[in-house]
């Protein structure tokens, strides 16, 4: 793990930037895992009609803005970056969908 302090013991703008960019770095690793349900996904629904829920989309940004509104993180744009998160999601569950089945 890098080196790096927690905001609130930041003092400068260099200890800021390795801040985020380890945050960042975390936050990637998050979504590799986050996309690797969604292969994991794609391998077990039966049907590509059931790859888009759109009820369990607006479940997981609801989710997402109470989450956010808890924290006092700005809700609304959390809300957003989650429904493109998932909307990413769910496009590459479908091209994972069909690239698994492509090979049988």
Do not use: H
């Not at 930041?10 to 969604?38: K, N, P, Q, S």
């Not at 391998?43 to 009609?49: T, V």
Request: proline share 2%; glycine share 2%; with cysteine.
């Amino acid at each position: 793990m890098s080196n790096y302090k927690l905001p609130d013991d930041c003092r400068t703008m260099i200890e800021v930037r390795a801040g985020v960019d380890e945050t960042d770095r975390a936050l990637m690793e998050l979504l590799d895992r986050r996309f690797g349900y969604m292969r994991a996904a794609a391998r077990i629904k039966q049907s590509r009609d059931t790859v888009r829920d759109e009820a369990r989309k607006a479940q997981v940004v609801d989710s997402a803005a109470a989450d956010a509104e808890a924290r006092n993180l700005p809700a609304q744009e959390i809300a957003a970056i989650w429904d493109r998160l998932v909307e990413a999601s769910i496009a590459y569950e479908m091209r994972e969908w069909d690239r698994i089945r492509s090979k049988a």
